[in-house]
Nanobody
Framework: QVQLVESGGGLVQAGGSLRLSCAAS????????MGWYRQAPGNQRELVAAIPSSGSTNYADSVKGRFTISRDNAKNTVYLQMNSLKPEDTAVYYC?????????????WGQGTQVTVSS
């Protein structure tokens, strides 16, 4: 079993910055991809950014140039640096891990952290 613990959400004014962190713990698992999704009220959950074990990155068009995803493999931790935040970035942000446990590919979710951007 894998547990994900997120931190770093909060309230910020438009144009400000926040940094989200997500640490994975557990036993006998191998991380394939870590990423961040978000869900605003009334909207579907959407991919924000992802970083596979290769280190390449993938971003939603709406955050390109403003958000940066990175990971520390030694700490099993993924980060999301969010700059130039806009009110439309307001959402619950969920950490996501795609990994292998006992040879099976599984997806895990964090509990979510609220990000609120005021205008």
């Amino acid at each position: 079993q894998v547990q994900l613990v997120e931190s770093g959400g909060g309230l910020v004014q438009a144009g400000g910055s926040l940094r989200l962190s997500c640490a994975a713990s557990g036993s006998n698992f191998r991380i394939e991809t870590m990423g961040w999704y978000r869900q605003a009220p009334g909207n579907q959950r959407e991919l924000v950014a992802a970083i596979p074990s290769s280190g390449s990155t993938n971003y939603a068009d709406s955050v390109k140039g403003r958000f940066t995803i990175s990971r520390d493999n030694a700490k099993n931790t993924v980060y999301l640096q969010m700059n130039s935040l806009k009110p439309e970035d307001t959402a619950v942000y969920y950490c996501n891990l795609l990994g292998r446990t006992s040879g099976l590919l599984r997806r895990y979710w964090g509990q979510g952290t609220q990000v609120t951007v005021s205008s």
